[in-house]
């Protein structure tokens, strides 16, 4: 059967040669993850082989509860990998040492297939994975052996919420939507000078600060540990002066002192009125399901009940049932 040929793709400065990698950069971009395409390709034994992304910051492992740094990803559609190309993945992982994950269908729980190909002790090691998100907002991927080894029910359920956090669910349905035609979402550029080389390049995002050539040549010449050592100096170059960080600390001191002696010394404040200050009333009650959507009076309102439950509790009200992450959508209506 002839191979059907892919739809290039223009989105976020990138053409991506086909649209179900451009789909996956929606995802990655709804996410906040710094990735690059394409950056650079290998000359292996017996391949030349070109991955599809590269995740400088990586992935946190749910499993170790460590990052898997400098990551590699590949985007393949829901078909039989060829023999070839899995040899091609293989070789990569094998010769360089670097892990990949290989991506392959739509972005989606279900229409997703993941898998985390790494190297340990000389052997090629294929573990079926699916991407989580913790409360703190970092997306990390958990292997389908761990999960199933778990055995208290408590902790399963945490995983499950994790699964289907809704910045994640919210994440998979606005790649799904996402138009490639100019009625998407409009993503802007910004030009800025590099700070290696001094050049100017366009920045995708504001926390860009390198151009492509200077940042492939720091992921190339820094090691993990150089890195962790550069970090506790001003990237700046500018040495910290700690005396002056400790004298301005004690004068902080000194004044909040000060303040407090004013406050409460000679203007007591009754504490009643404390309490009643620092007594939060809760989003919504999450120890049963007791809401339906037309005890909001909108959406936002919902959607914040939601999120404020389902850390601990799941969506314990029922409001998500088509479990895209986002409640009550009649209301907007």
């Known amino acids: 059967m002839e191979k059907i040929k892919a739809i290039q793709t ?28 394409e950056p650079e390709g290998f000359q292996l034994e017996e391949h030349n082989y070109l991955p599809d992304f590269l995740f400088p910051e990586g992935f946190l492992l749910y499993d170790t509860k460590r990052y898997l740094k400098k990551i590699w990803l590949e985007v393949k559609p829901v078909v039989e990998i060829r023999d070839r190309e899995q040899e091609k993945i293989y070789d990569f992982v094998n010769q360089t040492g670097f892990d990949l994950i290989l991506l392959s269908g739509s972005p989606g729980i279900k229409s997703a297939k993941c898998l985390w190909i790494t190297k340990n002790d000389e052997q090629i090691i294929e573990k079926k994975v699916k991407f989580l998100m913790s409360p703190t907002g970092k997306l990390g991927l958990i292997s389908e052996d761990f999960f199933s080894g778990i055995i208290g029910d408590q902790e399963k359920q945490k995983i499950k919420r994790y699964l289907k956090f809704p910045k994640l669910l919210a994440a998979y349905k606005k790649s799904k939507q996402y138009r490639f035609d100019g009625t998407g979402r409009k993503n ?14 366009t920045a995708i995002r504001n926390n860009h600060v390198y151009c492509k050539e200077c940042y492939l040549k720091r992921l190339h010449s820094e ?4 890195e962790d050592s550069h970090s506790e100096t001003n990237t700046s170059g500018r040495h910290v002066n700690w005396s002056k960080v400790l004298a301005a600390f004690l004068f902080l001191i000194m004044i909040g002192g000060a303040v407090y002696f004013i406050a409460f010394k000679i203007s007591p404040v009754d504490s009643s009125d404390q309490v009643s200050d620092v007594t939060q ?22 959607q914040e009940c939601y999120e404020f439950c389902f850390s601990n509790y799941g969506d314990v009200h029922k409001l998500d049932m088509d479990e895209d992450g986002l409640v009550c959508e009649t209301l907007n209506k």
């Open 223 to 226: 090691l993990d540990t150089v």
């Open 281 to 302: 009333t809760p989003v919504c009650n999450c120890e049963s399901n007791i809401y339906d959507c037309v005890d909001f009076k909108n959406q936002t309102s919902a």
């Open 10 to 37: 223009e989105y976020n400065g990138y053409l991506f040669r086909s649209k179900l990698e451009a789909h996956w950069a929606v995802f990655f971009d709804e996410l906040g993850l710094d990735y690059l395409y």
């Open 188 to 201: 802007s550029s910004f030009t800025k000078k590099c700070k290696d080389c001094g050049e100017e390049f």
